[in-house]
Structures are given as structure tokens and as C-alpha cells.
Nanobody, 127 residues
Framework: QLQLVESGGGLVQPGGSLRLSCAAS????????IGWFRQAPGKEREGVSC????????NYADSVKGRFTISRDNAKSTVYLQMTSLKPEDTAVYYC????????????????????WGQGTQVTVSS
């Protein structure tokens, strides 16, 4: 069955970097747009970034734009989230998931909702 497993989280100081990985199994990854979202204690789930099935289109939340980069290697069935210049407000559990709905219009790629996701990986940014 479809399975997504996140890894790469940990404790990092402000200004540091981490690379998260999302390993997919049980389905053909290159048929799916994939996204990362996060949830901090007491806060609503926040979409962070998403990438189209072929990897040519990406979208980022304003809060991470210029600091995070999403990428994918379909041959390895893995999606990545490179996070740099991390801030304490980035602290959350990060999840990857298959995107429910995506569109490309006017040169802008958008994605919304998640059908399946993994167990998450904790990212803590603290000195």
C-alpha cells in the first residue's frame, strides 16, 4: 500500500540548515504531485511547499520563500526539502503528502490538500 516516510529532522540552531527526505513506496511517485506541510503545537497545519509530478513546478509559502527548496528524484522515489536560515518559528513536525488538487495557470503553480501523508519528522530550531 501507499507509504510515505519522512526523515532528516532534528535539533538545529537558528540560522542552521537541515534536509528532510520523504521516501515513497507502494505506488509510482512520478504520478503524484507531492507537498510538505508542518504543524506546530497549538497552531493550524501550514502548507510549506509542493512540487509537480515531473518536478518542473514548485510553490512555497511566503514564510519560507527564499529559504526552503523542494526537489524530487523520481528514480529514487524520494522528495526532499532543503531548509536553510532556519528560525525558531520553523519549529514543527514536518509531513510530506500526496497532493489532492493542483493547478497551473498564468504561470503560477498551486496545490491544495493532502490525500495521504507520513508519520512526520520533528524539526526544532533553538539555541
Amino acid at each position: 500500500q501507499l507509504q510515505l516516510v519522512e526523515s532528516g529532522g532534528g535539533l538545529v540552531q537558528p540560522g542552521g540548515s537541515l534536509r528532510l527526505s520523504c521516501a515513497a513506496s507502494g505506488f509510482t511517485l512520478n504520478n503524484y504531485d507531492i507537498g510538505w506541510f508542518r504543524q506546530a503545537p497549538g497552531k493550524e497545519r501550514e502548507g510549506v511547499s509542493c512540487i509537480s509530478s515531473h518536478g518542473r513546478n514548485t510553490n512555497y509559502a511566503d514564510s519560507v520563500k527564499g529559504r526552503f527548496t523542494i526537489s524530487r528524484d523520481n528514480a529514487k522515489s524520494t522528495v526532499y526539502l532543503q531548509m536553510t536560515s532556519l528560525k525558531p518559528e520553523d519549529t514543527a513536525v514536518y509531513y510530506c503528502g500526496t497532493i489532492s488538487s493542483a493547478s497551473y495557470y498564468g504561470g503560477i503553480y498551486r496545490c491544495q490538500g493532502y490525500d495521504s501523508w507520513g508519520q512526520g519528522t520533528q524539526v526544532t530550531v533553538s539555541s
